[in-house]
Nanobody, 123 residues
Framework: QAQLVESGGGSVQAGGSLRLSCAASGSAFSIRGMGWYRQPPGKQRELVAEIISGGATNYADSVKGRFTISRDNAKITAYLQMNLLKPEDTAVYYC?????????????????WGQGTQVTVSS
């Protein structure tokens, strides 16, 4: 019912910037929140940033002051502006959306995930 397509990943040097985009498409869904997660090799997936109703945001302590999440409601697209990148930021980044869908009778929210995009930061 919903699909997420990411773009903007790649390789940069430490101190550089990238902007990730996540566009949602499909039918019969209503998004309640969007977020970005990442999974370094050999580690568990972790929350990076999320944006919920009214534009409220939450960030992992490790990215505060460097990353900014935003959302364009008209385009149903979320962005992650990543500045002052560090080698420790290297990971596969995943877009997440929580949405109500007709498949669940609009009763409960389900999580949808993008395919993941590699971000590599070199020193």
């Amino acid at each position: 019912q919903a699909q997420l397509v990411e773009s903007g990943g790649g390789s940069v040097q430490a101190g550089g910037s990238l902007r990730l985009s996540c566009a949602a498409s499909g039918s019969a869904f209503s998004i309640r929140g969007m977020g970005w997660y990442r999974q370094p090799p050999g580690k568990q997936r972790e929350l990076v940033a999320e944006i919920i109703s009214g534009g409220a945001t939450n960030y992992a302590d490790s990215v505060k002051g460097r990353f900014t999440i935003s959302r364009d409601n008209a385009k149903i697209t979320a962005y992650l502006q990543m500045n002052l990148l560090k080698p420790e930021d290297t990971a596969v980044y995943y877009c997440n959306a929580r949405a109500l869908t007709s498949a669940t009778g609009w009763r409960t929210a389900s999580d949808y995930w993008g395919q993941g995009t590699q971000v590599t930061v070199s020193s």
